[in-house]
């Protein structure tokens, strides 16, 4: 069982997955999206999720960003420097270092579109550009339930 805290860390003092730092990261997230992360945490002033971060047995000297390497990219950008994480307690083996980051890539839910909707028509015009959402995102025919 993984033991965590929460504490307040200097974003630049943690390492991002990468292939330079010698932990990849599959995650991607296209320029367009990423763009508008960095605009949502500048609005907001703050990272409104955490990011998991570890060691890695055989590196004790340095903290990785395990999720959320993409937040905590955009956080800088925005000129965030600080923020709470999600700190695992123990060095992680590097398989199970690699089986978390996965996880949280790959471990997702999915929306019900009628619901999805009806919260979306809730917003203002730039709340609904904050949502990062558009009309387009709604396939008409998956909004239609048929009994």
């Keep these: 069982m993984l033991k965590t805290h929460v504490e307040r860390r200097p974003l630049r003092e943690l390492s991002l997955l990468s292939a330079s730092s010698g932990h990849e990261n599959a995650r991607f997230m296209p320029r367009r999206q990423f763009k508008r992360l960095v605009e949502n945490i500048k609005r907001d002033g703050v990272m409104t999720s955490a990011p998991l971060i570890g060691q890695s047995h055989d590196e004790r000297d340095r903290w990785y960003v395990i999720s959320g390497n993409h937040r905590v990219e955009a956080a800088l950008e925005a000129g965030i420097i600080d923020a709470d994480c999600i700190v695992i307690e123990e060095p992680l083996p590097p398989q199970q270092f690699v089986a978390l980051q996965l996880s949280h890539n790959s471990i997702e839910g999915?929306?019900?579109?009628?619901?999805?909707?009806?919260?979306?028509?809730?917003?203002?015009?730039?709340?609904?550009?904050?949502?990062?959402?558009?009309?387009?995102?709604?396939?008409?025919?998956?909004?239609?339930?048929?009994?």
């Excluded at 979306?120 to 008409?140: I, V």
């Design 110 to 147: 999915e929306d019900d579109p009628s619901v999805l909707r009806r919260l979306y028509d809730l917003l203002d015009l730039d709340l609904k550009e904050y949502s990062g959402l558009t009309d387009d995102a709604f396939d008409m025919d998956a909004l239609n339930v048929k009994t």
